[in-house]
């Protein structure tokens, strides 16, 4: 009997052909299930709440607003009476007493001197030396000539005090004479030395705005761009009539700034206000007033200390610190309300893990009582003034609503005194997302503007600096797992 051709081997069968068709093997089914496992996560991902995380940081509401000031401040300007070799004595930016060494003017090339000091002169001069060198700084070198002129000054000063026969009276005629706003020059190894007619900083440089007060500003003179400062010690010799060094004499000085009419209308009452100068980071207050120089307006703010920090600067970039209140910054779409109930703080107790809950009473079908452990979460806490005057005020707790009902009976466990729970309370707060769940984390608003809020940092059970939240919490709910 010849054989069946449907179990025949020259024909295959339905599976071999399948497999022909679709070249199935493991790498082709590996392939198929990450295919499908990915086309299913993008499907979840493009169904699913896009949740934002933000971080809580801390400072003010917004940034102060940074301004250019102009310095205004009371400076004489003084030339040479004589021409030739000049030597400075004292250090740009310091102050010098009245009738200290400026500087000095000789008719040759200044040579060196083999005046002889006093241990105690050579110790002060060591100590000023061992200062500046602590507080050099490379980027600003040029404070190595300032201070060489500062040691000259010294060296001259200790050579010159009372009593050293070295020092030789112009003439006797200018000691019978009337006393000038300017000391007489007296004359040193062959130099004519000038001094200081007043108490004041040293500048060896001008600008033009010496002299100026505020009816004589203009609007150009806050252009930067056209400001010019001349050094006067680049100069190896001078001629009689020339400026030599500019003298700042009064600890009071103004700051100028110009304002726009948005800025002058949020300034308008104030009267006094906290700079922060950028230059160095130091902050000090002083009074406030709007004046207006040439249909413009601009605020003048005027103090009375701090003058030698910055006594070599025309134009200072300073910031007003005008938003005083400070804390933790969270955008608004985070903050949630939620309800909770209310619990004064004896009847909150812990079990025997040290967990926080309330001994609830139950009663049975029969009307026997008993009473049970729940656990209680706390989210804030506020102090509440007794009624009682012959009382302490107590604290109240804000407690989670699912582990309880209305109507439940909480029990002191040191006087078994009962409250009946019912009170409800609201909170604002945010959802924290540290864990990977959504947490309830309450807060207390300072400020807040359009978008964002200021909260305070002392809030108990709330947020931490550095803490991620919600920022919009209107997609969440607490608990649920974010990540």
């Known amino acids: 009997m010849p054989d069946n051709p449907k179990n025949s081997g020259n024909h295959p069968g339905a599976l071999v052909k399948i497999r022909k068709i679709f070249g199935l093997n493991i790498g082709t089914m590996l392939f198929g299930c990450l295919l499908i496992y990915m086309l299913f996560s993008a499907v979840l991902y493009l169904t699913s709440t896009n949740i934002e995380s933000y971080l809580v940081i801390s400072g003010p509401l917004s940034r102060n607003e940074t301004y250019t000031g102009l310095a205004l401040r009371e400076e004489s300007v003084y030339q040479a009476e004589t ?63 300032s201070f060489k002129y500062e040691l000259e000054g010294d060296i001259l000063q200790y050579a010159t005090a009372p009593g050293s ?222 009624e009682d005057d012959k009382k302490t005020s107590e604290s109240i707790y804000y407690i989670d609503m699912s582990n309880f009902k209305e109507g439940d009976v909480a029990v002191n466990p040191k006087d078994q005194s009962k409250y009946v729970i019912r009170e409800v309370g609201v909170l604002e707060g945010t959802y924290c997302i540290n864990q990977g769940y959504a947490v309830f984390r309450r807060i207390e608003i300072l400020d807040q503007n359009e978008e964002y809020a200021v909260v305070s940092k002392e809030t108990r059970y709330g947020l931490s600096r550095y803490d991620h939240i919600v920022r919009n919490a209107d997609k969440v709910s607490e608990q649920e797992i974010l990540y």
């Open 83 to 145: 021409g030739g070799y000049v030597s400075y004595y004292a250090r740009e930016g310091n102050k010098i007493n009245a009738n200290g060494v400026v500087y000095g003017i000789s008719s040759t090339a200044p040579t060196e001197n083999t005046e002889e000091l006093s241990a105690e002169q050579l110790s002060q001069i060591r100590n000023n030396m061992l200062s500046f060198s602590k507080g050099f700084s490379s980027s600003n070198f040029n404070s190595t000539y």
């Open 165 to 386: 026969t070295s020092v030789v009276t112009s003439s006797d005629e200018d000691a019978d004479s009337t006393v000038s706003p300017t000391p007489a020059p007296v004359s040193y190894a062959g130099q004519t030395l000038n001094k200081a007619a007043s108490d004041g900083v040293v500048l060896y440089c001008v600008d033009g705005y010496e002299g100026k007060t505020l009816n004589d500003l203009t609007a150009q003179d806050f252009d930067q761009n056209a400001y010019v400062e001349t050094d006067l010690k680049n100069q190896g010799t001078v001629s009689a009539g020339d400026t030599m060094y500019t003298l700042v004499t009064d600890e009071n000085w103004s700051l100028l700034i110009p304002l726009s009419g948005k800025q002058a209308a949020k300034l308008k009452d104030r009267t006094s206000v906290r700079v922060k100068f950028l230059k160095d980071g130091m902050t000090q207050s002083g009074d406030f007033s709007i004046v207006e120089i040439d249909k413009a307006k601009y605020g003048k703010i005027d103090f009375n200390k701090g003058l030698i920090r910055y006594a070599a600067d025309r134009f200072l970039e300073i910031e007003l610190v005008t938003n005083t209140v400070t804390g933790l910054k969270v955008p608004l779409s985070s903050v949630v309300t939620k309800e909770f109930y209310k619990l004064p703080s004896e009847y909150l107790t812990t079990n025997d893990s040290q967990e926080a809950g309330v001994m609830i009473q139950k009663t049975d079908k029969n009307g026997n009582a008993s009473q049970t452990f729940v656990k209680a979460t706390i989210y804030g806490e506020d102090t509440q003034e007794a």
